[in-house]
DNA sequence: AATTTAGGCAACCGCCTGATG
DNA sequence: GCATCAGGCGGTTGCCTAAAT
């Protein structure tokens, strides 16, 4: 048995968003909070499905959202992080108040990645020109590398992050990156506004890599 | 001025995870 | 333990606009 999927369900509108939609959507929202985001676009009177509804709160609608250009502090925070965590958008935006996911990850696809690949660089998930370099210098060979993995995933495990989250360019950084790289981004970390997931990660590829 | 191309971004799709019964 | 549901996430698509020809 198949789940169908809200959005399929007949009559309900796709698309550009109205304005008209946009008021009905805040105004509910402000008025009874978002509780239950399949059973909202019948409450509030939109024929849209409840997906769609909380894409475009959380990432148009909401009153907290910061919009216009990415300033060079947050593209540097981008940068870094995506070297540390690669595509994890969420986690990403996490350290970025007021930036959505959805904005990061266009960002990254717009601007970021196409500077990337213009200073040279073309590893697929390698996001930064540290990764690059850390690649470039290691001095690990592959079992360092494989049980940089392990430990990787142990300290996980121990410490309850979610396994669908374990990207392995995260590994691969830890095992790979040379004690510059880790000066460097130790030398920015204060500059960084961190989330607490950050810091963990921090704590784990940064700090204790320095000591290994 | 008209057409084509490229860039930017909003929105959709499908999958995964955690919660619940 | 299993099935189902709802929320969340990342990848991708497609539309709109600006720039180039």
Redesign the pocket.
């Known amino acids: 048995?198949t789940?169908?999927?809200?959005?399929?369900r007949m009559g309900l509108?796709?698309?550009?968003?109205t304005a008209e939609e946009?008021q009905i959507l805040v105004s509910h929202i402000q008025q009874y909070g978002?509780?239950?985001?399949?059973?909202?676009p019948k409450q509030a009177g939109l024929l849209?499905?409840?997906?769609?509804c909380?894409?475009?709160w959380?990432?148009?609608l909401r009153p907290d959202i910061k919009?216009g250009?990415f300033s060079k502090e947050e593209e540097h925070t981008i940068l870094k992080l995506h070297g540390i965590?690669?595509?994890?958008?969420?986690?990403?935006?996490?350290s970025l108040p007021g930036r959505?996911?959805?904005?990061i990850?266009?960002?990254w696809?717009?601007?970021l990645k196409?500077r990337i690949q213009k200073s040279g660089v073309h590893n697929g998930?390698a996001s930064s020109r540290i990764l690059q370099e850390a690649q470039a210098n290691t001095s690990l060979d592959a079992s360092s590398a494989a049980s940089s993995t392990v430990t990787a995933n142990v300290m996980i495990a121990n410490y309850g992050l979610?396994?669908?989250?374990i990207n392995p360019p995260i590994a691969g950084f830890y095992g790979a990156v040379s004690s510059d790289t880790f000066g460097e981004i130790e030398d920015n970390h204060g500059s960084c506004q961190l989330s607490e997931e950050m810091e963990f990660w921090y704590n784990i590829f940064i700090k204790s890599g320095q000591t290994s």
Do not use: Q
């Not at 994890?88 to 996490?94: E, K, Q, V």
């Not at 959505?100 to 904005?103: F, I, P, S, V």
């Not at 979610?162 to 989250?165: A, D, H, K």
């Open positions: 048995m789940r169908t999927p809200c959005c399929e509108k796709k698309g550009p968003w946009d978002h509780g239950n985001w399949r059973a909202l849209r499905c409840g997906k769609s909380r894409l475009r959380i990432n148009y919009r250009k965590l690669g595509n994890r958008w969420s986690a990403i935006a996490a959505t996911d959805n904005e990850k266009n960002f696809h717009t601007h196409k998930n979610p396994v669908r989250n």
